[in-house]
């Protein structure tokens, strides 16, 4: 039985910032939305994976385990086409 795609997952856009493997798009890390965390985070499997938050607790971050969409396509769609055709200002 494979595991279910439909949750519980969060928007990209939900954390603010992301980055990209540059070979498949894939989202490598992401900012944890828990305010007890910092940093970038990384993705493994489509989820967000164990890390540590910036206080010393027994708690785990809830947010370990959940899944990341990435939806910019959606929220920008235009966004890499328009980045890829501005003309450089002039130096």
């Not at 990209?20 to 828990?34: I, L």
Request: with cysteine.
């Amino acid at each position: 039985m494979s595991e279910c795609e439909c949750g519980p997952w969060i928007t990209l856009s939900m954390c603010g910032i992301g980055t990209f493997d540059p070979d498949t798009s894939e989202v490598r890390s992401v900012r944890c939305p828990d305010r007890l965390c910092s940093g970038l985070v990384p993705i493994v499997d489509a989820r967000i994976a164990d890390h540590d938050g910036i206080l010393p607790s027994a708690l785990r971050c809830p947010w370990i385990g959940v899944r990341v969409v990435d939806d910019t396509a959606e929220r920008m769609p235009d966004f890499y086409t328009r980045i890829s055709t501005q003309d450089r200002p002039h130096e």
